[in-house]
Nanobody, 118 residues
């Protein structure tokens, strides 16, 4: 059983920054990719950013230029650096991992709340 443990959410003012972390219970290289999704209340979960085994990164248009996904292979951890946060970024953020190279959905973390005040 794979465990993904997220941390780093919280409340921040618009324009501020947060960094989310997701630690996996097994080697990063056993996954095709890891990713961050978010879910706004009443809406479907959406992909925010992904990084695959080869290091290729993808971002939702709404976060390009503001968010950066990265990984630490030794720690089997993936990060999401979020800069210039906006109120519309307020959501529960979920870490995911799986075999798919760009949209992994096999395993999920418990979610971490990000709230951006105007």
């Amino acid at each position: 059983q794979v465990q993904l443990v997220e941390s780093g959410g919280g409340l921040v003012q618009a324009g501020g920054s947060l960094r989310l972390s997701c630690a996996a219970s097994r080697s990063w290289f056993t996954f095709g990719a890891m990713a961050w999704y978010r879910q706004i209340a009443g809406k479907e979960r959406e992909l925010v950013a992904s990084i695959n085994r080869g290091g290729v990164m993808n971002y939702a248009d709404s976060v390009k230029g503001r968010f950066t996904i990265s990984r630490d292979n030794a720690k089997s951890t993936v990060y999401l650096q979020m800069n210039n946060l906006r109120p519309e970024d307020t959501a529960v953020y979920y870490c995911a991992a799986g075999t798919a190279q760009s949209v992994p959905r096999d395993y999920w973390g418990q979610g971490t709340q990000v709230a951006v005040a105007p």
